[in-house]
């Protein structure tokens, strides 16, 4: 990997902290013709300066490296705004509560977009007294299957993982749940609204 991170993006984050070269350079111990050298696609900085750029531009090392500046503007924590992240090679899922840059075995993981089901991955949620009862129309083989189900209110997240050659299917207190997402490994995220 002869790029692994932009003058452009060390420019846009210095001028946006209202340093000069000279200042990032001192911050470094370097000397700020290297930060010209960055800037400008002369050079790269050291692998040992990830880190420290970073924390210099106030920005963490997957942001800088992916050349995203994410800031978290859901103050308020809206639990409907919840993405969910699966990494492809150890199934590992990560949610969090609106946009965010997420990594894991070395990789950026981007937000799953939910989509509506088909008739291969139909979503039947049925209100049994104080529960709904989810079920998911899908095998459920070692190569391919639903991985997990969640309900999804503005108080949080409900979270079922499933497993290979077990059933598709999830029990979730009611407590205002808005959406019902289920996850496929091969077709990715569906979603319905609950009824």
């Not at 059933?167 to 205002?176: C, K, L, S, T, V």
Request: proline share 4%.
């Amino acid at each position: 990997m002869d790029r692994y991170v932009t003058g452009a993006v060390i420019k846009k984050l210095r001028e946006k902290k209202n340093m000069t070269q000279e200042d990032l350079a001192a911050k470094l111990f370097v000397s700020s013709k290297a930060v010209s050298k960055w800037e400008t696609g002369q050079g790269f900085p050291d692998i040992s300066l990830i880190e420290p750029l970073a924390q210099a531009l106030d920005i963490s090392v997957i942001e800088l490296l992916s050349g995203e500046d994410i800031r978290n503007t859901n103050r308020a924590s809206n639990m409907l705004r919840s993405r969910f992240y699966v990494c492809p090679v150890c199934g590992n899922v990560i949610r969090t509560i609106g946009e965010s840059v997420v990594s894991c075995c070395g990789i950026t993981l981007p937000a799953l977009d939910p989509e509506d089901p088909d008739e291969d991955h139909k979503i039947s949620c049925d209100r049994v007294e104080d529960e709904y009862y989810v079920t998911v129309a899908h095998p459920m083989t070692k190569e391919h299957h639903i991985s997990f189900i969640a309900a999804v209110s503005d108080k949080g997240v409900q979270f079922v993982k499933l497993y290979p050659e077990s059933e598709a299917e999830a029990r979730f207190r009611i407590n205002g749940v808005k959406y019902i997402c289920a996850y496929c490994n091969h077709h990715g995220l569906f979603r319905i609204k609950a009824v």
